[in-house]
Protein backbone atom coordinates (compact mmCIF):
# COMPACT_ATOMS: atom_id res chain seq x y z
CA UNK A 1 0.00 0.00 0.00
CA UNK A 2 1.23 3.34 -0.41
CA UNK A 3 2.37 5.37 2.38
CA UNK A 4 -0.47 7.70 3.01
CA UNK A 5 -1.70 8.95 6.24
CA UNK A 6 -4.38 11.16 7.38
CA UNK A 7 -5.20 12.55 10.24
CA UNK A 8 -7.37 12.67 12.34
CA UNK A 9 -9.21 9.67 11.31
CA UNK A 10 -12.36 11.16 12.64
CA UNK A 11 -13.25 14.57 13.94
CA UNK A 12 -16.20 16.60 15.51
CA UNK A 13 -16.41 19.58 15.28
CA UNK A 14 -19.20 23.05 16.21
CA UNK A 15 -19.81 25.46 13.47
CA UNK A 16 -17.91 28.18 12.63
CA UNK A 17 -15.01 26.61 14.31
CA UNK A 18 -11.61 26.26 12.01
CA UNK A 19 -10.49 22.61 11.03
CA UNK A 20 -7.03 21.90 9.75
CA UNK A 21 -6.85 17.98 8.34
CA UNK A 22 -3.20 16.65 7.91
CA UNK A 23 -2.30 14.41 4.93
CA UNK A 24 1.47 12.83 5.01
CA UNK A 25 3.06 10.48 2.29
CA UNK A 26 6.21 9.00 2.41
CA UNK A 27 6.10 7.95 -1.64
CA UNK A 28 7.66 11.86 -2.37
CA UNK A 29 4.76 11.79 -5.16
CA UNK A 30 4.94 14.85 -6.88
CA UNK A 31 0.69 15.75 -6.67
CA UNK A 32 -1.18 15.53 -3.81
CA UNK A 33 -5.12 15.72 -3.82
CA UNK A 34 -8.16 16.39 -1.74
CA UNK A 35 -11.13 15.09 -2.35
CA UNK A 36 -14.72 14.88 -0.63
CA UNK A 37 -17.15 12.21 -0.82
CA UNK A 38 -20.52 12.63 -0.54
CA UNK A 39 -23.70 10.13 -1.01
CA UNK A 40 -24.90 10.18 -4.14
CA UNK A 41 -22.07 12.65 -5.42
CA UNK A 42 -18.96 10.51 -5.80
CA UNK A 43 -15.58 11.72 -5.25
CA UNK A 44 -15.33 15.39 -5.77
CA UNK A 45 -11.93 17.38 -5.94
CA UNK A 46 -11.52 20.51 -3.63
CA UNK A 47 -8.09 21.33 -4.22
CA UNK A 48 -4.79 19.71 -5.27
CA UNK A 49 -0.92 20.74 -5.48
CA UNK A 50 1.52 19.97 -8.29
CA UNK A 51 4.83 20.37 -5.88
CA UNK A 52 5.74 22.56 -2.97
CA UNK A 53 4.05 25.81 -2.51
CA UNK A 54 2.13 25.32 -5.74
CA UNK A 55 -2.07 24.64 -5.41
CA UNK A 56 -4.87 24.80 -7.46
CA UNK A 57 -8.97 24.80 -7.18
CA UNK A 58 -10.71 22.24 -7.97
CA UNK A 59 -14.63 21.80 -8.43
CA UNK A 60 -15.27 22.14 -4.70
CA UNK A 61 -12.87 24.62 -2.98
CA UNK A 62 -14.99 27.63 -1.93
CA UNK A 63 -14.47 27.19 2.17
CA UNK A 64 -11.63 25.77 1.78
CA UNK A 65 -8.02 26.35 2.07
CA UNK A 66 -4.67 24.47 1.78
CA UNK A 67 -1.47 24.74 2.05
CA UNK A 68 1.87 22.53 1.35
CA UNK A 69 5.17 23.74 2.72
CA UNK A 70 6.52 20.44 2.58
CA UNK A 71 6.64 17.55 -0.25
CA UNK A 72 5.58 15.00 1.96
CA UNK A 73 2.55 16.80 3.73
CA UNK A 74 -0.85 18.35 2.47
CA UNK A 75 -2.94 20.37 4.82
CA UNK A 76 -7.16 20.94 4.38
CA UNK A 77 -8.32 23.98 6.23
CA UNK A 78 -11.30 25.03 6.48
CA UNK A 79 -11.96 27.96 7.84
CA UNK A 80 -15.17 28.74 9.42
CA UNK A 81 -16.82 25.18 9.02
CA UNK A 82 -20.01 24.82 8.10
CA UNK A 83 -22.85 21.81 8.32
CA UNK A 84 -22.66 21.48 4.79
CA UNK A 85 -18.95 20.42 4.72
CA UNK A 86 -19.92 17.51 7.34
CA UNK A 87 -18.55 14.78 4.39
CA UNK A 88 -15.65 11.93 4.37
CA UNK A 89 -12.77 13.47 3.25
CA UNK A 90 -9.59 11.25 1.12
CA UNK A 91 -6.36 12.53 0.35
CA UNK A 92 -4.62 10.90 -2.89
CA UNK A 93 -1.12 10.95 -4.77
CA UNK A 94 -0.28 10.68 -7.97
CA UNK A 95 3.41 10.59 -9.97
CA UNK A 96 2.56 11.51 -13.41
CA UNK A 97 4.61 10.11 -16.06
CA UNK A 98 4.58 12.81 -18.37
CA UNK A 99 0.43 13.32 -18.49
CA UNK A 100 -0.79 9.67 -17.09
CA UNK A 101 -0.91 8.31 -13.83
CA UNK A 102 -3.35 6.48 -11.14
CA UNK A 103 -3.93 8.65 -7.79
CA UNK A 104 -3.39 6.30 -4.64
CA UNK A 105 -5.31 6.90 -1.91
CA UNK A 106 -5.71 7.45 1.55
CA UNK A 107 -8.19 5.47 4.39
CA UNK A 108 -9.96 8.91 4.74
CA UNK A 109 -10.77 10.97 7.37
CA UNK A 110 -14.89 11.97 8.79
CA UNK A 111 -15.48 15.08 9.61
CA UNK A 112 -19.07 15.62 11.18
CA UNK A 113 -19.85 19.70 11.97
CA UNK A 114 -22.63 19.92 14.24
CA UNK B 1 -13.72 19.69 -18.84
CA UNK B 2 -13.52 15.72 -18.71
CA UNK B 3 -16.93 13.72 -17.33
CA UNK B 4 -17.39 10.27 -16.11
CA UNK B 5 -20.97 9.08 -16.04
CA UNK B 6 -21.93 5.76 -14.14
CA UNK B 7 -25.22 5.48 -15.08
CA UNK B 8 -25.95 2.65 -12.75
CA UNK B 9 -26.02 3.81 -8.91
CA UNK B 10 -26.94 0.03 -7.32
CA UNK B 11 -26.98 -3.40 -9.10
CA UNK B 12 -27.39 -6.35 -7.09
CA UNK B 13 -26.61 -9.80 -8.78
CA UNK B 14 -26.12 -13.73 -7.56
CA UNK B 15 -23.06 -15.43 -6.25
CA UNK B 16 -21.62 -16.82 -9.15
CA UNK B 17 -22.78 -14.60 -11.90
CA UNK B 18 -21.37 -12.59 -14.59
CA UNK B 19 -20.94 -8.72 -14.03
CA UNK B 20 -20.80 -5.91 -15.67
CA UNK B 21 -20.31 -2.14 -14.59
CA UNK B 22 -20.70 0.72 -17.17
CA UNK B 23 -18.91 4.02 -17.68
CA UNK B 24 -19.11 6.59 -19.93
CA UNK B 25 -16.62 9.56 -20.24
CA UNK B 26 -16.58 12.84 -21.59
CA UNK B 27 -13.24 13.96 -23.26
CA UNK B 28 -11.95 15.23 -26.15
CA UNK B 29 -8.04 13.45 -26.46
CA UNK B 30 -6.98 10.31 -25.83
CA UNK B 31 -8.56 9.35 -22.77
CA UNK B 32 -6.59 7.82 -19.33
CA UNK B 33 -9.21 5.47 -17.64
CA UNK B 34 -9.28 3.79 -13.93
CA UNK B 35 -11.79 1.55 -12.10
CA UNK B 36 -11.55 1.66 -8.50
CA UNK B 37 -13.12 -0.54 -5.77
CA UNK B 38 -14.04 0.90 -1.57
CA UNK B 39 -14.94 -1.49 0.57
CA UNK B 40 -17.24 0.01 3.48
CA UNK B 41 -14.74 2.67 5.84
CA UNK B 42 -12.26 2.03 3.54
CA UNK B 43 -10.63 4.07 0.98
CA UNK B 44 -10.15 3.86 -2.79
CA UNK B 45 -7.82 0.96 -4.38
CA UNK B 46 -7.33 0.63 -7.86
CA UNK B 47 -8.51 -2.32 -9.92
CA UNK B 48 -7.29 -1.66 -13.32
CA UNK B 49 -6.13 1.50 -15.56
CA UNK B 50 -5.94 2.09 -19.48
CA UNK B 51 -3.30 4.46 -21.03
CA UNK B 52 -2.92 2.88 -24.59
CA UNK B 53 -2.63 -0.40 -26.43
CA UNK B 54 -4.68 -3.31 -26.44
CA UNK B 55 -8.19 -2.20 -25.36
CA UNK B 56 -9.06 -5.14 -22.80
CA UNK B 57 -7.44 -4.64 -19.84
CA UNK B 58 -6.83 -6.68 -16.91
CA UNK B 59 -6.92 -5.89 -13.06
CA UNK B 60 -6.67 -7.26 -9.49
CA UNK B 61 -9.49 -9.79 -8.09
CA UNK B 62 -10.47 -11.43 -11.65
CA UNK B 63 -11.69 -7.81 -13.02
CA UNK B 64 -11.40 -6.66 -16.75
CA UNK B 65 -12.11 -3.75 -18.36
CA UNK B 66 -12.70 -2.81 -21.92
CA UNK B 67 -11.96 0.63 -23.69
CA UNK B 68 -14.38 1.31 -26.83
CA UNK B 69 -13.54 4.69 -28.25
CA UNK B 70 -16.68 4.67 -30.75
CA UNK B 71 -18.90 4.37 -27.52
CA UNK B 72 -16.84 6.11 -25.04
CA UNK B 73 -16.95 3.55 -22.43
CA UNK B 74 -14.98 1.62 -20.30
CA UNK B 75 -17.04 -0.71 -18.67
CA UNK B 76 -16.20 -3.36 -15.76
CA UNK B 77 -16.57 -7.11 -16.32
CA UNK B 78 -16.12 -10.08 -14.18
CA UNK B 79 -17.25 -13.82 -15.32
CA UNK B 80 -18.24 -14.92 -12.04
CA UNK B 81 -18.87 -12.76 -8.95
CA UNK B 82 -17.93 -13.40 -4.90
CA UNK B 83 -19.28 -12.10 -2.50
CA UNK B 84 -16.71 -10.78 -1.46
CA UNK B 85 -16.73 -8.24 -4.55
CA UNK B 86 -20.01 -5.95 -2.66
CA UNK B 87 -18.28 -2.70 -2.59
CA UNK B 88 -19.06 0.81 -4.54
CA UNK B 89 -16.83 0.81 -7.72
CA UNK B 90 -15.69 3.91 -9.46
CA UNK B 91 -14.62 4.74 -12.74
CA UNK B 92 -12.29 7.95 -13.39
CA UNK B 93 -10.97 9.72 -15.85
CA UNK B 94 -7.27 11.08 -15.62
CA UNK B 95 -7.07 14.24 -17.76
CA UNK B 96 -4.43 17.31 -18.10
CA UNK B 97 -0.90 18.50 -18.94
CA UNK B 98 1.71 20.32 -17.28
CA UNK B 99 0.56 21.29 -13.55
CA UNK B 100 -3.05 20.16 -13.93
CA UNK B 101 -3.27 16.48 -13.83
CA UNK B 102 -6.26 14.81 -11.68
CA UNK B 103 -9.00 11.90 -11.87
CA UNK B 104 -12.51 13.03 -12.18
CA UNK B 105 -14.70 10.62 -10.92
CA UNK B 106 -18.15 9.26 -11.53
CA UNK B 107 -20.86 9.12 -8.69
CA UNK B 108 -19.95 5.08 -8.03
CA UNK B 109 -22.15 2.18 -8.43
CA UNK B 110 -22.71 0.22 -5.14
CA UNK B 111 -22.83 -3.59 -6.06
CA UNK B 112 -24.81 -6.09 -3.40
CA UNK B 113 -24.34 -9.69 -3.77
CA UNK B 114 -26.75 -12.25 -3.11
CA UNK B 115 -25.84 -15.62 -1.33
Known amino acids: DAGITQSPRHKVTETGTPVTLRCHQT?????MYWYRQDPGHGLRLIHY???????DKGEVSDGYSVSRSKTEDFLLTLESATSSQTSVYFC?????????????FGQGTRLTVV | AQSVTQPDIHITVSEGASLELRCNYS??????LFWYVQSPGQGLQLLLKYFSGDTLVQGIKGFEAEFKRSQSSFNLRKPSVHWSDAAEYFCAVGDGGGSNYKLTFGKGTLLTVNP
Open chain 1, 92 to 104: AISEPAGVKAEAF
Open chain 1, 49 to 55: SYGVKDT
Open chain 1, 27 to 31: ENHRY
Open chain 2, 27 to 32: YGATPY
